[in-house]
Structure formats: structure tokens, C-alpha cells
């Protein structure tokens, strides 16, 4: 941006500021949906990825995201890019799968984890089938990768919806799903509601995933629930604490893709979920609770 004439120094920084950081967001309504999108997924998707981090469930996540295609396959092929159709189809197919590779795990001698890869690769490749079979390859990028840039008063009511849901069913489950993460044996054994503490938990899993394919893809849409919350680990050690620091990392990421995304033409999906990449790179190394840099500081100087 050249300066304008008798600006001075400071006020052309601040209209370069602007220009790069303000303007995109107050001159451009997709942009300010995409940023209102984008906050309430990172209120409800965050908090989920703590929880799954803390229970080793992460990987998990990422299975089930892929799961959940066929059945946005399904509703794209009845209905076409038809926000609720997609939505329902892919809650159903995600519970379905979920359920299913945790009772091939309890009833044979496969493992959970290898019970969902072996589900994920049936349903990603019956997905993309299906998708192909009515729509083009830019259908099956919308599908895949999402429409953040695009996303209309029913996208925004479906993450809305999603956000309160999962704020209010973590709080009424958070006691006993800690519990349940922490010692399910003993949970089990007092007959508590561990179980159905976590198989509300498991609906909340699918139900973000569900709401985030819409904005950053099926494939996206678990970046932005793990990615904020590992890295919120390296700043806090309560939980309260890595939920918040979850969910200020997954909005700064979202803006800043968004930004990225704007300025240089990109991907906005894709450019969410690297910058999310980059704060857990960076919180990596100088996180204050077991970051490298400050694992190397003496041990006197480090974080009790």
C-alpha cells in the first residue's frame, strides 16, 4: 500500500495494520460469516479435542471424521449441497461406524484402534464412491476440504446449534466423564455413569465433526479440534486452563487462515488447519509446560 500524501509514518502503519488485519473482516460479509463460523467451531470443537487428547482418543477423532462421509455422501446424493440433508446423513454414519468398531472391539480379539482404521478406509472409499457418482471433482472438494468462504444462515445455525449443544452437554457430563478418563474401572465397579457419560461424549465428538465438514471439510474438520488442544497442553496443566488456551489457539488460527487465505488466494481449509499447525509447532518449543526450549532451562527456572 503506497502512503497517502501528509500521512505520517504512524499513520501509514496503522492503515497498513488495517488494511491487512481489519479491512477484509469489516469490508466483506462472506468474511465476517466465515470469522462468526469459525468462532463458534473453535468454542465447541476445542474443548472436545481437549477431552480426546486427555483420553488418547485423538487418532480416534480422525477416523471417525472419515467416517462420517458416507453418510454426507448420501445426503448430497439425495438432496445435492444441501447443508441439514448432509448434516443428519453424516451424524448417523458417524454414530453408526463409532459404535460398530467398538463392538467389533469388545466382541472379537481386534483392538479398538484397528477395528476403526479397518472401518475409516471402508467408509472414505464409500464416500468418495458415492460422491462421484452424481457429482464433479469440485462437489467432492466442497465435501472434502469445505466451503468456508461460503457459508450460509443455515451453516451458521447448524454451528451455532452445535456449539451450545456441546457446551451444555459438557457440563452436565463433565464430572463423571472426568472420572470415567481418569479411573473407568473403579466408575464401573461403583456403577456410576461412565458409560453413558462417555457415549455422550462420543455423540459431541460426531456432532462437531458433522458441523465442522461444512466450513473445513470432512478431512479438515478434526485439524481444529486436535491441533488447538495439543497445543494448549504445552501452556497449562489444569483443565480448565488447556480449554481456554484450546480455544483462544483454534480462534487465532482461524483468523489468522482466514487472513492468509485472503490475501494470498489460498485454500481457506487448508490454511486454518496449517496455522493451527504452527501455533502447536511453536507451542511446542516454548511452551512454559513441557516445551523444548523449556525443558533445556535449568530445572530451578521451570514451571512447578
Avoid at 20 to 31: D, I, K, R, T
Avoid at 165 to 193: C, H, K, M, Q, W
Avoid at 198 to 214: E, K, R
Wanted: hydrophobic share 60%; aromatic share 8%; with cysteine.
Amino acid at each position: 500500500m503506497m502512503p497517502r500524501p501528509g500521512a505520517s509514518a504512524r499513520q501509514y502503519d496503522l492503515m497498513f495494520l488495517y488494511d491487512w488485519l481489519l479491512a477484509p473482516f469489516v469490508e466483506f460479509s462472506f468474511m465476517r460469516r466465515a470469522l462468526a463460523g469459525c468462532i463458534a467451531l473453535s468454542f465447541s470443537a476445542a474443548p472436545i479435542g481437549v477431552f480426546m487428547m486427555l483420553r488418547r482418543m485423538s487418532l480416534m477423532g480422525d477416523a471417525i471424521a472419515h467416517a462420517i462421509l458416507p453418510g454426507v455422501a448420501v445426503g448430497f446424493l439425495l438432496f445435492g449441497l444441501e447443508i441439514l440433508p448432509m448434516s443428519i446423513g453424516g451424524m448417523i454414519a458417524g454414530l453408526v461406524v463409532a459404535l460398530a468398531a467398538g463392538l467389533v472391539a469388545r466382541g472379537t480379539a481386534l483392538k479398538e484402534d484397528a477395528s476403526l482404521a479397518a472401518f475409516y478406509l471402508i467408509s472414505l472409499s464409500l464416500g468418495v464412491l458415492i460422491v462421484s457418482l452424481k457429482g464433479s471433482s469440485v462437489d467432492l472438494m466442497h465435501v472434502l476440504f469445505g466451503t468456508v468462504l461460503a457459508l450460509n444462515d443455515e451453516a451458521l445455525i447448524v454451528l451455532g446449534a452445535a456449539a451450545t449443544l456441546t457446551i451444555g452437554g459438557l457440563a452436565v457430563i463433565l464430572r463423571p466423564l472426568i472420572a470415567e478418563f481418569v479411573d473407568p474401572g473403579f466408575l464401573a465397579a461403583v456403577r456410576g455413569p461412565g458409560a453413558l457419560a462417555y457415549l455422550i461424549f462420543l455423540m459431541l465428538v460426531v456432532l462437531n465433526l458433522v458441523a465442522g465438514f461444512q466450513a473445513l471439510g470432512t478431512l479438515l474438520a478434526v485439524g481444529i479440534m486436535v491441533l488447538p488442544a495439543v497445543a494448549a497442553r504445552f501452556w497449562q496443566r489444569r483443565l480448565s486452563g488447556m480449554i481456554v488456551a484450546a480455544v483462544v489457539v483454534a480462534i487465532l488460527s482461524c483468523v489468522a487462515g482466514l487472513l492468509i487465505s485472503y490475501h494470498w488466494r489460498l485454500a481457506s481449509g487448508p490454511c486454518i488447519t496449517l496455522a493451527a499447525g504452527v501455533f502447536y509447532l511453536g507451542s511446542l518449543l516454548v511452551g512454559p509446560a513441557g516445551g523444548v526450549i523449556w525443558q533445556l532451562l535449568p530445572h530451578k527456572h521451570r514451571a512447578a
